[in-house]
């Protein structure tokens, strides 16, 4: 299970910088990625970045988003930029576990709670 922090309000046209971190799991093998479920609409993903730095994002986050590591303090962050209302969301983070048509389909069936994230001005 991992653990997702760093959201809050922020108005549009905010940055602002997410982390995801793992008790009792090394993310340095696994390929990680970011999700968000906004109310009344499925959860989907939003940025993804494998176990060798490759990283990959949905037209509707991209040139806006970033994914990265840090593999000695074992967290994956999420920088999110130039926000809008509609990145209004519950953020998740979740191992991959693989690909298809379109989706990053998550390793662990247990999410965390999540964090927050509400643009607004």
């Known amino acids: 299970q991992l653990q997702a922090s760093g959201g809050g309000l922020v108005r549009p046209g905010g940055s602002l910088r997410l982390s995801c971190e793992a008790s009792?799991?090394?993310?340095?093998?696994?390929?990680i990625a970011w999700y968000r479920q906004a109310p009344g609409k499925e959860r989907e993903w939003v940025a993804v970045?494998?176990?060798?730095?490759?990283?990959a994002y949905p037209d509707s986050v991209k040139g806006r988003f970033s994914i990265s590591r840090d593999n000695a303090e074992n967290r994956v962050y999420l920088l999110m930029n130039s926000l809008g209302p509609d990145d209004t969301a519950v953020y998740y983070c979740?191992?991959?576990?693989?690909?298809?048509?379109?989706?990053?389909?998550?390793?662990?069936?247990?999410w965390g709670q999540g964090t927050q994230v509400t643009v607004s001005s």
């Open positions: 009792g799991s090394d993310l340095r093998f696994e390929s």
């Open positions: 979740n191992a991959v576990s693989y690909y298809s048509d379109g989706f990053y389909y998550p390793k662990w069936t247990l």
């Open positions: 970045v494998s176990t060798l730095g490759v990283t």
